[in-house]
Nanobody, 125 residues
Framework: QVRLVESGGGLVQAGGSLRLSCTVSGSIQSIDIMSWHRQSPGKQRESVASITNMARGGGDTTTYADSVKGRFTISRDNAKRTVVLEMNSLKPDDTAVYYC??????????????WGQGTQVTVSS
């Protein structure tokens, strides 16, 4: 069984900061891509940021949605199986449920996507 647990969401004023964390546990042999997504009411889920595994060679590669570039930073700790999203200069439009997602190899073999339950981020104006 694989479990992803997010933490760090909450209520913050516009211009403030939050730090989201996601820890992976369970029968995972290797994690490739770790990502954060978000979904606001009435909107489709969108990708916010992702980070590849430096074991691929050349170091970690990060990608960001245009709407968060320069404000959000994604990082990972492979030893702790954790991915962190640092969010600065938050805007009301960042209000959403944020989900952690990984693309990983299960211990029994085979790759798949795994998702957390989500954590609410609310930015007040």
């Amino acid at each position: 069984q694989v479990r992803l647990v997010e933490s760090g969401g909450g209520l913050v004023q516009a211009g403030g900061s939050l730090r989201l964390s996601c820890t992976v546990s369970g029968s995972i042999q290797s994690i490739d891509i770790m990502s954060w997504h978000r979904q606001s009411p009435g909107k489709q889920r969108e990708s916010v940021a992702s980070i590849t595994n430096m074991a691929r060679g050349g170091g970690d590669t990060t990608t960001y949605a245009d709407s968060v570039k320069g404000r959000f930073t994604i990082s990972r700790d492979n030893a702790k199986r954790t991915v962190v999203l640092e969010m600065n200069s938050l805007k009301p439009d960042d209000t959403a449920v944020y989900y952690c997602q990984i693309y990983a190899m299960y211990l029994g073999g085979g790759w798949g996507d795994y998702w957390g339950q989500g954590t609410q981020v609310t930015v007040s104006s």
